[in-house]
């Protein structure tokens, strides 16, 4: 099938590209599914004009109206993307596919899972993987943030300014000294080596049992184990990612392959609904012009 432009992610900053593209009149393909956005899972009150609104209803009538502007939205999964000769050839789980002048990468940052007892039982009760997002629900409470590395540091040092006791848990300390050196001037209490068998609660998280045995009285549990997902897209279409799967952009919202743009969670922090819409508008708008002046 021949577009335009393809859009990789099916979240809010792929389908403010999609309105933006669709309204200069090119022809719009969305891939992705809009269940797996995180804003799939939010309860929106930090948004411009919004006071609170469920992030689903948000999603689904970004949908809508990118629909109504003629985009296409196909609930596949791309499993490759790479340029043949003059154009993008993606291919996904449905074995169709897509070919298009432009492409943008929106996939957001699928953030790993810790897998263990509690952790999908209480996501949302006190299970968190987004300190940004969530740290406001734990002021003067006493918060774990689990991982090994400097996403894992940064949410601990941010929840310490909101957290009355915050408990960094690692199996394996992996952070930059100048980064450890301000985790351990700050209040954080550094947990390592631990690691962590279950979440316990009843309605919401109320501790931790480490593997050897120790508990944690905890209201909070960050898993802040690393970003990953869109790093092999990128690495296919010569996008080169940074160690954590982050794709630079500069102003408008180029990658270093021409032709391919990234918007939302996947090119940093804060990964946060107002950022990602923003920097869709930029990467629809700029990918319809690169294709427009193409076909002039
Ligand atoms: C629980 C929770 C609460 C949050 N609360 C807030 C809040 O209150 N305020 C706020 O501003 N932000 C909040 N956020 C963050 C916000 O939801 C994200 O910043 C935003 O959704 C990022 O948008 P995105 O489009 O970049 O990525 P996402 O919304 O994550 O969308 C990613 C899309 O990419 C698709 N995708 C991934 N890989 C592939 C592939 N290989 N092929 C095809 N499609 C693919 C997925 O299916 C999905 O459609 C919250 C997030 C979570 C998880």
Known sequence: MDFDVIIIGCGPAGLQAAIHAARKKVKVAVLGHL????????????????????????????????????????EQDVMKAERKDDAFEVITDHDLEFRSRALILAPGISRKKLNVPGEKEFLGKGVSYCASCDCNFFRQKTVAVIGDESTAASSALLLTEYASVVYWISKNLNVAPQ??????????????????????????????????????????????????????????????????????????????????????????????????????????????????????
């Open 35 to 74: 269940e797996a956005s995180g804003l799939n899972r939010a309860d929106v009150e930090n948004y411009f004009g919004i006071d609170q609104m469920s992030g689903k209803e948000l999603l689904f009538k970004g949908a809508e109206q990118a629909r109504r502007f003629g985009a296409e939205i196909f």
């Open 179 to 296: 980064l450890m050196a301000k985790v351990k001037a700050s209040k954080a209490d550094i947990i390592s080596p631990a690691s962590v068998a279950r979440i316990t609660g009843d309605e919401v998280v109320k501790g931790l049992e480490l593997n050897d045995g120790r508990r944690l009285a905890v209201d909070g549990v960050f898993i802040e184990l690393g970003a990953k997902g869109a790093a092999d897209l990128a690495l296919d279409l010569n996008v080169l990612p940074d160690p954590s799967g982050i794709i630079e952009v500069n102003k408008d919202m180029e990658t270093s392959v021409p032709g391919v743009f990234a918007c939302g969670d996947v090119t940093g922090m804060p990964w946060q609904l107002a950022r990602a819409v923003g920097q869709g508008c930029i990467a629809g708008t700029n990918a319809a012009k690169l294709v427009r002046k193409e076909a002039d």
